[in-house]
């Protein structure tokens, strides 16, 4: 089953309106990833967050963890056409091996209307 | 150079045919990585290799071989596929695989059709 349940699925919004897209993960997390993905292509790398923080800013970008719900939040402020994507959240499981594998959230599709 | 190249972009191949997709970087990672994603669904780990050494298998099918050849060089060997193996075929590196907190850098992926 997915680490990560995004909602919601799909989100439109008019140009310049914030976006809010929600993830709920399931075991316990040393931080939270955001990615992403245009249409067809490869993921981009947005913002990492610690578990011992509480909110994060990139630009536009704000994230937010409560890790008592499980839950993290990506606010991206004044969207912009440009911004029209799919966005997944990321979480690190440790292996029997010692390593880190990724499991992605199920992701937001996100259309910003110009 | 943080950029993750794929070749090719698009692949069409029928169900006896052997192909191979390639994936290279050259920004000094260790770990790198082969995800399956399906349309409107989030990447699928396949494969990770740590090292040049495979580290993880997620139960892939066997028509699917995975290769280091060297720390910059990931290949992926498909053979018999079938029709539902059509997917983006994403690859990835990251500075190891030791860390929770590495970055993910992604390929622009190769489109598969298996006919």
């Known amino acids: 089953s997915q680490q990560g349940e995004e909602d919601p699925q799909a989100l439109s919004i008019q140009e310049g309106e914030n976006a809010t897209m929600n993830c709920s993960y399931k075991?316990?997390?040393?931080?939270l990833q955001w990615y992403r993905q245009n249409s067809g292509r490869g993921l981009v790398h947005l913002i990492l967050?610690?578990?011992?923080?509480r909110e994060k800013h990139s630009g536009r970008l704000r994230v937010t963890l409560d890790t008592s719900k499980k839950s993290s939040s990506l606010l991206i402020t004044a969207s912009r056409a440009a911004d029209t994507a799919s966005y997944f959240c990321?979480?690190?499981?440790?292996?029997?091996?010692?390593?880190?594998?990724?499991?992605f959230g199920t992701g937001t599709r996100l259309k910003v209307l110009a | 150079d943080t950029e993750v190249t794929q070749t090719p972009k698009h692949l069409v191949m029928g169900m006896t045919n052997k192909k191979s997709l390639k994936c290279e970087q050259h920004?000094?990672?260790?770990?790198m990585y082969w995800y399956k994603q399906k349309a409107k669904k989030p990447p699928e780990l396949m494969f990770v290799?740590?090292?040049?050494?495979?580290?993880i298998n997620e139960s892939v099918p066997s028509r699917f071989s995975p290769e280091c050849p060297n720390s910059s060089l990931l290949n992926l060997h498909l053979h018999a596929l079938q029709p539902e193996d059509s997917a983006l075929y994403l690859c990835?590196?990251?500075?190891?695989?030791?860390?929770?907190?590495?970055?993910?850098?992604f390929g622009p992926g190769t489109r598969l059709t298996v006919l």
């Open positions: 990835a590196s990251s500075q190891g695989t030791g860390s929770s907190y590495n970055e993910q850098f």
């Open positions: 075991t316990s997390i040393n931080n």
């Open positions: 967050i610690r578990s011992n923080e």
């Open positions: 990321a979480t690190a499981i440790s292996t029997t091996s010692g390593t880190y594998k990724y499991i």
């Open positions: 920004m000094g990672h260790r770990a």
């Open positions: 290799y740590s090292y040049e050494k495979l580290s």
